[in-house]
């Protein structure tokens, strides 16, 4: 059964750095794109970024030039970097993997950004 395990989140103030990971189990993560998600309160979930098998990245307009999304194959472990954090980031993180066009989730982690 593929489980994902988020962790990493927080408060931080607004121009702060967090880290988020992602750990994956029950999968061979290596042939899989991984994507973070987030949701605001009152609103839908929407793509952050993506990473491709090989490294290739994606990332929503918002988070281009702050947010970096990597992957650790051996730890099968994605992480979202996040920098110059503003109020508008506060939301739950979601991580995700779609397998067999099945969507995988894990319990999200949240981030608040606030002074």
């Known amino acids: 059964q593929v489980q994902l395990v988020e962790s990493g989140g927080g408060l931080v103030q607004p121009g702060g750095s967090l880290r988020l990971s992602c750990e994956a189990s029950?999968?061979?993560?290596?042939?899989?794109?991984m994507a973070w998600y987030r949701q605001a309160p009152g609103k839908q979930r929407n793509l952050v970024a993506t990473?491709?098998?090989?490294?290739?990245?994606y990332y929503t307009d918002s988070v281009k030039g702050r947010f970096a999304i990597s992957r650790d194959n051996a730890l099968k472990t994605v992480y979202l970097h996040m920098n110059s954090l503003t109020p508008e980031d506060t939301a739950v993180y979601y991580c995700?993997?779609?397998?067999?066009?099945?969507?995988?989730w894990g319990q999200g982690t949240q981030v608040t950004v606030s002074s």
């Open positions: 995700n993997v779609r397998v067999d066009l099945l969507n995988f």
């Open positions: 029950g999968i061979d993560f290596r042939p899989y794109p």
């Open positions: 990473v491709t098998a090989n490294g290739g990245t």
